[in-house]
């Protein structure tokens, strides 16, 4: 059984790495936004956690926005990280 990859399939696997590297990062920075105007405090903070627990502590983070009584929309938030949430998971999968 021949299992080496083509050219395409290498193509395809590092475009799926780059896109999820992007996603990830954009979370990223928008936890570090929300944590402090001292990037290297989010930095610290997000450093050693994996997406799930990014994606929580994204979703946290903007909720407690709307309690504190500044505009979010929460709801838009939840659907957008629920779909990368998705996406993630039946990559990994």
């Not at 696997?13 to 990037?39: C, K, M, N, P, Q």
């Not at 450093?47 to 929580?56: K, V």
């Amino acid at each position: 059984m021949d299992t080496s990859m083509t050219n395409d399939h290498l193509v395809s696997l590092g475009g799926i790495t780059v896109e999820y590297a992007r996603l990830e990062h954009f979370i990223s920075e928008f936890i570090w936004a929300l944590i402090a105007s001292d990037r290297r405090i989010g930095e610290t903070i997000t450093a050693r956690l994996g997406f799930r627990a990014r994606a929580t502590l994204l979703r946290a983070l903007f909720h407690m926005l709307s309690l504190s009584g500044i505009p979010a929309d929460v709801d838009s938030l939840d659907v957008i990280v629920t779909q990368a949430e998705t996406a993630v998971q039946s990559g990994t999968t």
